[in-house]
């Protein structure tokens, strides 16, 4: 168990909708991270936020959003959907921030899109 | 610019017998590696890292990885397979710098242990 919490496990919506994904990260660690894993991309980063900041930006679309709490959880949102958003999207969480940091991450969310 | 390449999209070994799991990787700083594992409907963990240290690396699971800058390799080895091995294997290299969460991931390599 990695201590990273990812809700809900498994989420079933139509185009043109909007989901929430939610992420509590390991105790103690003030960086998260959210990743999607696809077929054809593989594991790609999409933000990341340290204490509540955002540090780091990927490949995410301007249709996606993602904020850290004050208790460190995190959301990431994701709107307007469509096919191509079905995916496994990972949060990690690590203590710091560097590149040194081992990421620790959740089990996934997985969305599928119809 | 960082990348990383992992040689084998699927490796099939019996069990008891070695593993080994192939990465190159292409960085223009000295970089930070990482061998992580996917079981199925599960997360990733992390295997072990290479951060400039030791050039052999021993993480969980009886896994290894050796550094080899002459090559540009980081393989992932371990002595005798387990049926529990079977799982996806990423060896990610970070980006450089504060942006720690800049991994970059290989496309992943498959471990299939017969009995």
């Known amino acids: 168990d990695s201590g990273v919490t990812q809700t809900p496990k498994h989420l079933i919506t139509a185009t043109g909708q909007r989901v929430t994904l939610r992420c509590s990260p390991r105790s103690g660690d003030l960086s998260v991270y959210w990743y999607q894993q696809s077929l054809d991309q593989g594991l790609q980063f999409l933000i990341q936020y340290y204490n509540g900041e955002e540090r780091a930006k990927g490949n995410i679309l301007e249709r996606f959003s993602a904020q850290q709490f004050p208790d460190l959880h995190s959301e990431l949102n994701l709107s307007s959907l469509e096919l191509g958003d079905s995916a496994l999207y990972f949060c990690a969480s690590s203590e710091r921030t560097g590149r040194n940091s081992p990421l620790h991450f959740g089990n996934g969310t997985r969305l599928t899109v119809t | ?115």
């Open chain 2, 1 to 115: 610019a960082q990348s990383v390449t992992q040689l084998d999209s699927h490796v099939s070994v019996s069990e008891g017998t070695p593993v080994l799991l192939r990465c190159n990787y292409s960085s223009s700083y000295s970089p930070s590696l990482f061998w992580y594992v996917q079981h199925p409907n599960k997360g990733l963990q992390l295997l072990l890292k290479y951060t400039s240290a030791a050039t052999l690396v021993k993480g969980i699971n009886g896994f290894e990885a050796e550094f080899k800058k002459s090559e540009t390799s980081f393989h992932l080895t371990k002595p005798s397979a387990h049926m529990s091995d079977a799982a996806e294997y990423f060896c990610v290299v970070s980006d450089k710098g504060n942006q720690g969460g800049k991994l970059i991931f290989g496309q992943g390599t498959e471990l299939s242990v017969k009995p």
